[in-house]
């Protein structure tokens, strides 16, 4: 599923945007936001594949939303005015839908968001199978390679990640965003279970309703936004008679 968001200051507009997505299978709406302000809230905390963004919001347009996010999502623009198709596509949008639109142009620009989606993920996958199968960090000034399976847990603390090793006393320290170390690892190991922590599947000792036990007796909380996806996994796991 794509994940994404719809941002407009019209409330039918925005009514209409959520028919649309709900109608389209391969799409989840996450939120809907009426501001920029309070969508960049959401996608600090939550993972988002795709935003279908007004041009015209108050406080904050669109376009300066768009460039003031450091690793922003697939765009698609939408607006009643036509002269900023230009600096849409110079910020690299999916595509630009001019108001009023229907059904079949929101199906049109969603199946090339989802062209672009399926495009990035086969090249993650493929990136992520490394012969070493390990990456490397800058930290303390210098550069530092990591195993990938010596990863335990990756805890967010404000602009800097605290990521724990097997053997390691003490957490190798990187400035890094939770999104970018989340992309890199592979998906078949670790889970972002809480918006500050993403855990090695394999380091798992126990579970409770609300908490991981790792099997260097740390406890990490499962947040409540991603508790689905960890249930999930479990659930494919789980052994019954």
């Not at 988002?48 to 003031?68: H, Y």
């Not at 999502?73 to 900023?84: H, I, L």
């Not at 399976?149 to 404000?158: K, L, P, R, W």
């Amino acid at each position: 599923m794509i994940r994404c968001m719809i941002i407009d200051d019209e409330p039918l507009a925005l009514q209409q945007m959520e028919g649309y997505v709900k109608k389209i299978p391969y799409l989840e709406l996450v939120a809907a936001c009426h501001t920029a302000i309070e969508a960049h809230e959401i996608l600090e905390n939550d993972k988002i594949d795709a935003i279908f963004c007004d041009i015209n919001l108050p406080e904050l347009n669109g376009l300066d939303f768009v460039k003031s996010l450091e690793n922003p999502p697939m765009v698609v623009f939408t607006t009643a005015y036509s002269e900023y198709a230009v600096e849409g596509f110079q910020l690299n949008a999916i595509d630009y839908l001019l108001k009023p639109f229907g059904f079949d142009d929101m199906k049109r620009a969603s199946d090339k968001i989802k062209a672009r989606f399926d495009a990035l993920r086969t090249l993650q996958e493929v990136s992520q199978i490394d012969e070493d199968d390990a990456i490397f960090l800058k930290t303390e000034y210098k550069i530092v390679r990591i195993n990938i399976g010596d990863i335990h847990y990756v805890e967010a603390m404000s602009e800097y990640l605290r990521i724990y090793l097997t053997g390691n006393p003490k957490p190798v320290i990187v400035l890094l965003s939770m999104k970018k170390m989340e992309e890199r690892l592979p998906s078949r190991s670790f889970m972002r279970v809480h918006r500050s922590y993403i855990i090695n599947l394999k380091k798992i000792k126990e579970v409770s309703k609300s908490r991981i036990m790792l099997v260097d007796d740390v406890e990490i909380p499962i947040g409540d936004s991603y508790r689905d996806q960890f249930n999930a996994y479990i659930n494919s796991k789980f052994l019954t008679k």
